[in-house]
């Protein structure tokens, strides 16, 4: 049996009152690894970067194991740049090698750049024009259910290369389920954590491309832009990246 553990946590209220948001993670294990897997997330909300939380909501759900699909876990590459302007210019043109337009392309990053504080989920852009495909008053579209198969054996094939950690982790699960989407031309993305300023360009083509410096440090603004192809159908996308339960696994 596997079942979906999520986790959201808050400072002074809950979410839904208007508490801080503080951190939140989500998993699908195994029904013998509910438990550690539990207690690591309550480790995480009372003992994150961004304060102690007050509030601690976690679900649990069975999944259905007929409903579940299995993609490919996108193959990390580590590009370099020197400073946010070099990342920024490195991105511009990834995305334009996975055939966004430059225009889009142009428009996703101003879409990130120009927020004063994070929103919750992600814009979803039109490659080709750059327009606004989510909700245009809403805060974007969050991506769930989603991890990984066989976490061990990609754990350890990231950990030798020196990549570890859960920001790598959580952001290779989530752009691999939107890049197993025939509708997802490419992703941009980079972290709203003011320590952490490493981002990246995802593409089922050109895969997880990392790019060092995205913004300055310091700066808790982050953000993310799906880039859809033109004639996708928006609603059925939003539903697989909200709902549709994507078990990611090495190379197949
Ligand atoms: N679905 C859609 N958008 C999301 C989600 C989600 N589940 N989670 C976060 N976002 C959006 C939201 O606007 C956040 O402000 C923004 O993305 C950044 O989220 O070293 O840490 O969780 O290779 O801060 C990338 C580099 C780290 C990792 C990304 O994103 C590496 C990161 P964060
Ligand atoms: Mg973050």
Request: proline letters at 4%.
């Amino acid at each position: 049996m596997l079942y979906s553990v999520k986790m959201r946590s808050s400072a002074g209220a809950p979410h839904e009152r208007g508490g801080r948001h503080i951190s939140g993670a989500e998993r699908i294990v195994e029904g013998g690894e509910l438990e550690e897997t539990a207690a690591a997330m309550l480790r995480r909300a009372r003992t994150h970067p961004r304060g102690g939380a007050d509030f601690i909501n976690l679900k649990i759900e069975a999944v259905n194991i007929e409903r579940v699909l299995y993609k490919p876990l996108l193959p990390v590459t580590e590009l370099s740049a020197a400073g946010k302007e070099e990342g920024r210019r490195i991105a511009l043109e990834e995305l334009v090698r996975a055939g966004v337009t430059p225009r889009a392309a142009k428009a996703g990053m101003e879409k990130i750049a120009a927020l004063a504080e994070s929103i919750r989920g992600a814009f979803l852009l039109d490659s080709g024009s750059g327009e606004r495909l989510d909700d245009p008053e809403g805060s974007g579209v969050r991506v769930s259910g989603m991890d990984c198969d066989e976490a061990g054996e990609y754990l350890r094939s990231l950990e030798a290369r020196g990549l570890r950690g859960e920001h790598i982790r959580e952001a290779l699960v989530l752009a691999s389920k939107a890049a197993g989407h025939d509708g997802v031309a490419a992703e941009l993305c980079w972290s709203d954590d003011p320590g952490y300023v490493t981002g990246y360009v995802a593409s089922r083509t050109f895969g997880y491309r990392r790019i060092p410096v995205m913004k300055d440090l310091g700066d808790p603004v982050g953000g993310r832009v799906f880039f859809v192809n033109p004639g996708a159908d928006i609603a059925a996308l939003i539903e697989y990246l909200r709902r549709q339960t994507v078990l990611l696994r090495l190379g197949r």
